[in-house]
């Protein structure tokens, strides 16, 4: 088949394109050319901007397009306009963020999707992100119909060349022993999926025509946060590693989110958002690996070529004791 992926080359689209080229399809990848240029020598790339410059795609035809880089409406559309009919069956890579709070544990791809305040706000923020999303999916089922888009729904996506280092952190902090800040409760909820697993169930949905919406997450619920620490600990950390799990109220009132300790839903109360039903993905063929083989592949991987984070992330280790020796100093 002939693939065309919009934002080709990293991290997600990175693996997509491997996964297509693996399995033997003509890859086109656009792209602004500042990451991957020299990847994929058996790929076309079209080098232009998404926002101001789509003609390098004036010309070409192909069977399916995925769209893994569309924050807002306006960029779906103007991809329509330029493509016409010449793309083929539509994917685009959304969020589970998209859906309205709060949610029901184990909810499914019909749950209600979440309404922006401002319909024409343009700001990609934590307060937009999930509106947006919704609004890209419904231009797309706008332009192409349901029967001729897919779209995709991860949750948090680890893996190799992860540059948002979020689920790396951990792994590379584990990895490095001693007593480890363990954020919140160890129940509270979380799901991950493999980009590579990912890349490779979206590559078998586009050569099977298969449309939908679906949920790319792993592993069904419940699933809690100690329990994702305990599968790392138990691939990386070195004898003697501890988890150490401190109050949520606690490090909210020391100034900790999201950022400081990556994947923990810090002060946000809809934990449930990470309790998707992931059955209609696994039944069009989604099989995540062992959660134990993402984290033992994905730390030789930072062996091999450290990954460099986009932005600050995770604590420094000075921070982490402090916080540590401050919340046993209240003696709780």
Known sequence: MRILIIGGTAFVGRHITEAAIADGHDVTLFHRGQTGARLFESATHLIGDRNEDLSALATGDWDATIDVSAYLPRQVRSLAATLGDRGGLHVLISSTSAYRAPVAPGFTEDSALAELDDPDTEVVNDSTYGGLKVACERAVTEIYGAGGRTIIRPTYVIGPHDYTYRFTWWVERIARGGTVLAPGLPTDPIQVIDARDMATWIVSLVAGSVTGVFHAVSPPP???????????????????????????????????????????????????????????????????????????????????????????????????????????????
């Open 222 to 332: 419940p699933f809690g946060f100690g329990d994702l620490l305990e599968v790392v600990a138990s691939e990386v950390a070195p004898p003697g590693t501890e988890l150490a799990w401190v109050d949520p109220d606690f490090l909210l009132g020391e100034g900790c989110d999201d950022t400081s300790l990556p994947l923990w839903p810090a002060a946000d109360p809809e934990r449930d958002i990470n309790t998707a039903d992931p059955a209609a993905a696994f039944a069009t063929g989604l099989r995540p690996r062992p959660l134990r083989r993402s984290v033992a592949e994905i730390h030789a991987a930072e062996a091999a070529s450290p990954t460099t984070p986009r932005g600050p992330i995770g604590l420094a280790p000075d921070r982490e004791s402090e916080l540590l020796a401050r919340w046993r100093a209240t003696g709780r």
